[in-house]
């Protein structure tokens, strides 16, 4: 019987191999001279750091830059608030989403069943398991898929036939 994973992974490395390219930017760009900016990581959190409210943005927009450029979907960046450190620096935090949360997975499974196709779908996880009779209705069911959820980046993998 075929089927497919619906899944919402990061590359770390990537996310990683970007964060290296926004703080070697923000070292040598002018306006960011003699300033505190930069981006660390722990897994998958982040924390951006600057002296400014504004300059705290232009670090957030490379940040942005870097991570589409190196093939990271920017929709599953979860910014936080903005934190005042000490004296005038502030931070703030910025979470990447990796998997399929439970609601959005109750989400997939109930648009896939309300559209009346032949296939069954069980969350499993942090992913989501689509199986069919027939290849074509299970190409179907990931166009689906990607038309009513498109504010959240998915993958589908897996694919057996």
Partial sequence: MPSF??????DKQEVRNAIDQVNKEVSTRFDFKGSDARVEQS???????ADTDF???????????KL???????????????????????????TVKTGVGTELAKKIVKCIK?????VQASIQGETVRVSGAK????QETIALVKKS???????????RD
Avoid: H, M, W
């Fill in 149 to 159: 959820v498109s504010d959240f980046p998915l993958q589908y993998q897996n694919f």
């Fill in 68 to 94: 589409s450029k190196r093939g990271v979907d920017v929709k599953c960046l979860d910014t936080g608030n903005v934190e005042k450190v000490s004296g005038n620096k502030v931070k703030r935090s910025v």
């Fill in 5 to 10: 994973d619906i899944v919402s992974e990061v």
């Fill in 55 to 65: 300059q705290l943005d232009q670090v957030q927009d490379i940040l942005s830059q």
């Fill in 135 to 138: 290849r074509d209705v299970l």
């Fill in 43 to 49: 897994d998958y959190a982040l924390t951006v750091y």
């Fill in 114 to 118: 309300d559209s009346k196709l032949k």
